[in-house]
Nanobody
Framework: QVQLVESGGGLVQAGGSLRLSCAAS????????MGWYRQAPGKQRELVAT???????NYADSVKGRFTISRDNAKNTVYLQMNSLKPEDTAVYYC??????????????WGQGTQVTVSS
């Protein structure tokens, strides 16, 4: 079984920073792509940023230049450094990873979500 555990959410004022972490654990053979998504109240879940196993990155236009995604392959962990936060960044942030296990092959997993609230 594989679990993704997120941490680092919270309440911050506009202009502030937060760093999210997401660690994958379990019977992992390899972790392929990892990413962060978010869902604001009444809206659909949307992509924030993704990173490949070779550390190629992709960002939503709304966060380019403010957010940075990175990963530590030795720890099966992905990070999201969020700077210059805006009230519109308020959402539940979800970690996603494609994890390869010997039993199930490549499977998509999601974390439980962490709340980020940016006050104006």
């Amino acid at each position: 079984q594989v679990q993704l555990v997120e941490s680092g959410g919270g309440l911050v004022q506009a202009g502030g920073s937060l760093r999210l972490s997401c660690a994958a654990s379990g019977s992992i053979f390899r972790v392929n792509g990892m990413g962060w998504y978010r869902q604001a109240p009444g809206k659909q879940r949307e992509l924030v940023a993704t990173i490949t196993s070779g550390s190629s990155t992709n960002y939503a236009d709304s966060v380019k230049g403010r957010f940075t995604i990175s990963r530590d392959n030795a720890k099966n962990t992905v990070y999201l450094q969020m700077n210059s936060l805006k009230p519109e960044d308020t959402a539940v942030y979800y970690c996603n990873a494609e994890v390869v296990t010997r039993l199930f092959g490549a499977t998509d997993y999601w974390g439980q979500g962490t709340q980020v609230t940016v006050s104006s």
